[in-house]
């Protein structure tokens, strides 16, 4: 068959995905990297409209739609891809309505898949007091004490504790005010071991600070302390004190939340602590509070070690006697 055979039996014809491209390039502006995604999406599209027997836009329906987006799904396509692909088709859609070629957007309506929420890496509580015990004296290892006590006694985001100042540490009521996302502010409850973590610092941080600087964190050169800088000394200190885990600074966040949590019960508290606008976000560590339950029960509980029992066959149960 001829390449003009083959066109001439295209759903949606080269010239009008060649100005769909034109219109996504020159009227709304999408990156190259953007266009090149959209391109091969619609490009697929077209060739399974082919095999279809699809011959007109008009005569593409949601059934469709549908049915592409699950041929791509039990191909290997993951749910985020597909999310792109079905925007893809509603914008081509939406231009073809424009250009008078359809009436409908038969690509609207239809949802991929969700997305799996992957849960926040955490450190157990024998983990957080491994690192946390911090020997060293020198004014580094004072600094860097005080940055993983707040970030984990606080909950801090990395922007935060980074615009931190000495004048934002309370001088009486241990009541930390943090200034977050959007520009909102919180007050955070400062523990003791921060608390006397950060007093320590503070005797030293004039050997490291220039004249003049107000933060509270600074580096060796004594200007505020950067945000890759704080990932690579919570990074270092982690191997240093051997909890044998890659450390991030979001991760003493996660523990945070997770170990108030775990403790209190108390959601509401820990969006409120954490600086969440909408509490579905915090509802992530409900599900990371359930898994510890859950290893507890499965380690302890005797229902559940008989289960384990009465699953194993015969031959199982005689070779582990």
């Not at 399974?48 to 039990?74: C, F, G, N």
Request: hydrophobic content about 35%; overall charge positive.
């Amino acid at each position: 068959m001829s390449e003009g055979d083959n066109n001439s039996r295209q759903a949606i014809a080269r010239e009008l995905v060649e100005r769909f491209h034109d219109y996504l390039a020159y009227e709304r502006r999408l990156s190259p990297r953007t266009l090149s995604a959209y391109q091969g999406d619609i490009e697929r599209f077209r060739e399974w409209l082919r095999q279809a027997d699809v011959s007109h836009p008009k005569e593409i329906t949601q059934h469709h739609v549908r049915a592409y987006a699950a041929w791509r799904h039990r191909n290997g396509t993951t749910a985020k891809s597909l999310q792109r692909v079905l925007s893809s088709l509603r914008a081509l859609f939406r231009f073809l309505i424009r250009e008078g070629v359809t009436g409908i957007n038969p690509a609207e309506g239809v949802r991929a898949p969700k997305i799996a929420r992957r849960l926040p890496k955490s450190l157990d509580a024998d983990q957080v007091n491994q690192l946390l015990t911090i020997r060293e004296t020198d004014p580094l290892a004072l600094r860097d004490r005080a940055m993983l006590e707040l970030l984990y006694a606080c909950g801090l985001r990395l922007a935060e504790l980074v615009s931190l100042d000495v004048n934002d540490i309370p001088s009486e009521d241990n009541q930390l005010e943090v200034t977050g996302k959007g520009s909102k502010t919180r007050r955070i409850p400062l523990g003791r071991m921060a608390r006397d973590a950060i007093d320590a610092w503070l005797k030293v941080r004039g050997d490291m600070a220039k004249e003049g600087e107000t933060a509270l964190f600074t580096g060796v050169r004594g200007s505020r302390i950067s945000p890759r800088m704080v990932e690579k000394c919570v990074a270092e200190r982690a191997v240093k004190q051997e909890t044998n885990r890659h450390l991030t600074p979001h991760m003493l966040r996660h523990s945070f939340a997770s170990h108030l949590l775990e403790s209190s019960g108390d959601l509401r508290a820990v969006q409120e602590l954490l600086g969440h606008a909408d509490i579905s976000t915090t509802q992530i560590y409900t599900h990371l509070d359930f898994q510890h339950l859950a290893q507890v029960y499965d380690k302890a509980h005797p229902r559940a070690r008989r289960n384990k029992e009465s699953d194993e066959t015969p031959a199982e149960k005689e070779n582990g006697k």
